[in-house]
Nanobody, 128 residues
Framework: QVQLQESGPGLVRPSQTLSLTCTVS??????????YGWIRQPPGKGLEWIAY???????HYSPSLKRRTFISRDTAKNQLTLQLASVTPEDTGVYYC????????????????????WGQGTQVTVSS
């Protein structure tokens, strides 16, 4: 079973770039049909999908965050990364990486319910 673990700084200053890493174990990030997503949850609000990267490295971003977001992967380390530029306090929240189930190409990978394997999440606070 795929396991995911997020890591990164808990505190980021406004206007800086947030960088998070997701380490994947239990399977290769290049395995067929797996999509990996970044998702966040601001305090008191629901889950928000940020972006995904496919097993072949194709990326897709939320239109509302696209201008500030970049995701990538390191296949040698089996890791994914998220960079979010020019952060503000509104970017505060718990950030998750998650994967689809890998049984087939997901029908709607921008939707939260497609992601069945989740990391525990990492708290990010944007504050001066």
């Amino acid at each position: 079973q795929v396991q995911l673990q997020e890591s990164g700084p808990g505190l980021v200053r406004p206007s800086q770039t947030l960088s998070l890493t997701c380490t994947v174990s239990g399977g290769s990030i290049t395995a067929n049909y797996y999509y990996y997503g970044w998702i966040r949850q601001p305090p008191g609000k629901g889950l928000e999908w940020i972006a995904y990267i496919t097993n072949t490295g194709v990326t897709h971003y939320s239109p509302s965050l696209k201008r500030r977001t970049f995701i990538s992967r390191d296949t040698a380390k089996n890791q994914l990364t998220l960079q979010l530029a020019s952060v503000t306090p509104e970017d505060t929240g718990v950030y998750y990486c998650a994967s689809t189930d890998g049984t087939s190409t997901p029908a709607a990978p921008t939707l939260i319910h497609e992601y069945v394997h989740w990391g525990q999440g990492t708290q990010v606070t944007v504050s001066s």
